[in-house]
């Protein structure tokens, strides 16, 4: 899975949390980071782009499929944003003196959004769209098979320490940057954390290795890390 933070927008670049304010969309140095993105991804072998439905995500997966021919973006609600409620549209500057600015810090699992949402929701919901969209792809394309998935910082967060088997209350250590890509391998025994808020470089060590490469049992680590990408 090739998890992608959409690209910077205007209520990024003036410090408000968005939200599911509508018509929040990239600027112009979201927009080229985008482009930037879609182009180093282009080499891979992506068989599906899947978008959180709010603006900003399908503006930045749109860019992306545009260099695959034949795909079009699915949008699925659960990769959308926190629904932040009372907060949303606020200056963060603002939002950091509230009661529960320390909360969302220090314990975000009990951090419940005023006329808003759970942050433990919207990690139980992001990861299982991201596990049905894992069964969905494999059974289509096979288990090699990759994908990007387009959604918000909060989200991505959430998805990682899922992944790493770290508790919510640690996912603000992680750190998301707009257009950041993040690349997860599922496995039948756990998951492989790839990449992490990588905006830039090479992609090759990403496409799926040859029949003659491949571990007998996926799911194996590589004891002493092995050679990595040829």
């Known amino acids: 899975m090739l998890l992608v933070r959409h690209g910077r927008t205007g209520a990024n670049a003036r410090g408000r949390l968005a939200g599911w304010?509508?018509?929040v969309c990239l600027d112009e140095r979201g927009e080229e980071q985008a482009?930037?993105?879609?182009?180093r991804i282009a080499k891979l072998p992506v068989a599906a782009v899947v978008s959180s439905p709010l603006e900003r995500c399908?503006?930045?997966?749109?860019?992306i499929a545009a260099v695959y021919e034949g795909l079009d973006?699915?949008?699925d609600?659960?990769?959308a944003e926190c629904r932040y409620g009372d907060w949303t549209g606020k200056e963060l500057k603002?939002?950091?003196?509230?009661d529960l600015w320390e909360v969302v810090q220090q314990h975000p699992s009990a951090a419940v959004f005023p006329g808003g949402e759970a942050l433990r929701d919207v990690q139980f919901r992001a990861v299982a769209a991201v596990r049905d969209w894992n069964d969905r792809i494999a059974a289509e394309h096979g288990p090699d098979a990759l994908y990007v998935l387009c959604t918000h910082g909060d989200v991505v967060k959430a998805v990682v320490a899922d992944a790493l088997g770290m508790h919510l209350d640690m996912?603000?250590?992680i750190t998301v940057d707009p257009c950041s890509l993040t690349v997860i391998r599922y496995t039948p025994l756990r998951p492989f954390l790839l990449r992490l808020n990588d905006t830039g470089g090479e992609v090759d060590g990403l496409l799926p290795p040859p029949p003659d490469q491949k571990p007998a049992n996926a799911s194996d680590a590589v004891v002493g890390g092995g050679a990595g990408a040829p």
């Open 77 to 79: 609600e659960r990769l």
């Open 171 to 173: 996912f603000q250590r």
């Open 58 to 63: 399908v503006q930045t997966a749109n860019v």
């Open 73 to 75: 973006v699915v949008t």
């Open 94 to 98: 603002a939002l950091a003196e509230e």
């Open 21 to 23: 304010t509508p018509g």
């Open 35 to 39: 482009r930037v993105l879609a182009e």
